[in-house]
């Protein structure tokens, strides 16, 4: 039985439904038990920063359903180079994110599935 999770979002929170579908299912491997860590990079970090999607009148408040997911326990983290790259720091980012400090021990992590959106 699987029992860790983590999901890498490279999409930004306007480009598709992937970022959102993210946290969803995030939330819902938590409400089962389960240990998940979502890793947004590449123009995925836009997602994460703080005010995005306060004023969409489409698709919604994100940084209100990535602080929910938070709150439900799912660890979320940006990647260090697009972040670098967009020039934001951790100051940018909706608190409770953090800046990922080794993603490819999450690559290589055997105990988990890895999820690519």
């Known amino acids: 039985m699987i029992e860790k999770f983590i999901i890498f979002v490279s999409d930004g929170p306007y480009q598709s439904l992937k970022p959102y579908s993210a946290l969803r299912f995030a939330r819902s491997l938590r409400s089962r038990g389960k240990e998940v860590k979502i890793i947004y ?9 703080k005010g995005v999607g306060h004023d969409s009148k489409t698709v919604g408040d994100y940084e209100a359903l990535v602080l929910a997911a938070l709150g ?3 660890k ?3 990647c260090p180079a697009p972040l670098s790259l967009y020039k ?12 990922a400090e080794n993603i490819a021990d999450d690559l290589t992590d055997e105990s988990a599935r890895l999820l690519w959106l």
């Open 41 to 49: 990079y590449a123009d995925g970090v836009h997602c994460v920063r």
């Open 76 to 78: 979320i983290t940006a």
């Open 72 to 74: 439900d326990g799912v």
């Open 88 to 99: 934001y720091t951790e100051a940018d980012l909706i608190s409770g994110v953090t800046v």
